[in-house]
Each structure stands twice: as C-alpha cells, then as structure tokens.
C-alpha cells in the first residue's frame, strides 16, 4: 500500500454517506485512515417548514456533527439539491475539494440510482478525482496533484437500479461491529427525519438504513451487517492491481466471486 492512506466519501445530499457509505468510512478511519466527508448538495430543498437559509444551515450543521463523531475532515457543499449536474461549474468546486484532501481512496454514489441527483453526483466526483492532477481545468481553487488513487462505487439506495433489478456488489464490507457509530451519525440529520416522512412516507429513517445493511449483510451469505461495494476501471487513476479498501479491512471484506467471474461476460446492453 503506498504510504498515505487518506480516503474520502463524496455523496449527494447530507445523509447519502450515512446511508450507504458511513461503516465503511468508520472502519477505514479504524485502520489508520485520515477520512475525509463531502456532500455535493447542501440540502436546501429538504423541507417544508425552513426558509432557504435556514435549512441549508441547519444541514451544515448537521453534517459537521455527523463527519465530527468520527474525525473526518468536513469539507463544505458546492451546490443546491437537484442543482447538480455534470457541468464544468459544480466539476471545478469538486475538483478543488478533492485536492484539497488529495486522497488514496474514494468512496462514490452508485451509477444506477433511483435519483438523477444521485447518479449525476457519481458522475461528478470521478471527473473530480480524474481531474486531479490536469492543472489547466478552469475553475478550480487549489492545485493539482500527483496521486494515485482507487474509486470504488456503493450500492444504490434501496439496492436496486432504476428498473427494479438488483444490484449486487463486488466486495461486502462487514459493518456489524461499527453499526451503533454509523447509526448515531444518521441521527444527527434530524431535519430529515421529518421531511423524508412527510414527503415520502419514509416513517424509520434509522430502520431503513439497518434493513439496507441487514438485506447487505444476507446477500453476503456471511456477515450479519454489510455495505456493498463496486470498484472503478482503475485506467486515468492508478494501477491495476490496486485494491486499497480490501488491503486496509482485510477479514472484514469478501469478494463476490460470481461478480469478478462475470466481469468478463458480455453486458446485456451491449448486444
């Protein structure tokens, strides 16, 4: 493993890494990791009964709490919820955020989520990592660097693509002994826990989240908590072989074999 071990979650909204990518984060952090916590969106969008300001204020706050209970270096929104798009704009700021931290290994949303802003994120943050070490990008406030790094993509929300199918994982990462530290970092979006139930009928925001990693942790076969997880063509960001995250966890990470096998196989959406 090369000497720094510095990984970054880069999500969505403030929650998205709590849902999807906090165990694993924790876990990394546990492993000598210096971590590091973005969300795209600054949730302005999230209520019903807050001004503009406010809420976006108020999701700040709550994501600085939920990135302060596991050391992670918060670094500040660049955007309005469904503001984000795959343009040079949003690109830059993330670009900036990126070298900022200059990381070894990038947590990112799932390309096939149910949410276009979801799906644009993803887009966004491996153009941010790509862009890392291209000093001419426009826009950005910090400068380049010269790093190798590893991406790896989680799994979408509700553990399916937009057209229903199952998404499965290349690597289930065990989260059962960090489960209380990713749902206490959930608790603090209380803001959510109201719009999400009023907009969405979503009534146990921290009971979807442990169904998620329950359903993760049967899918394994194995573990009884887990995050799933895809890792990135590694051509514009390293070598590869490189494998950072199963390296860093060792035992606690098992390797679909029926997805590496099928890696191979010609995508249906090809033929």
Known sequence: ??????????????DDIEFMMAGTLILLQQAGYEIHYLNIANGALGTISHTREEIIALRAGEGRAAAGLIGAVFHPSVTDDLDVFYNQRITARVITEVRRANPTLVLVPAPDDYFEDHTEAARVAVTAVFCRGIPNYPGTEAQAVDSEVTIYHALPYGLRDPLRRRVWPEYFVDITSVLAGKREMLAQHRSQQEWLDVTQGVHAYLSNMENMSTEVGRMS??????????????????????????????????VNEDYRRRLDEPFIGDL
Do not use: K, S, T
Not at 1 to 14: E, T
Not at 234 to 254: F, I, K, N, R, S
């Open 1 to 14: 493993m090369a000497d720094r071990h510095v990984a970054m979650a880069i999500a969505c909204h403030p």
């Open 221 to 254: 076969g194995r573990f009884a908590y887990a995050e799933g997880w895809r890792r990135r063509n590694h051509l514009g960001y390293g070598p590869e072989e490189a494998d950072p995250l199963a390296e860093a966890l060792g035992d606690l990470v098992q």
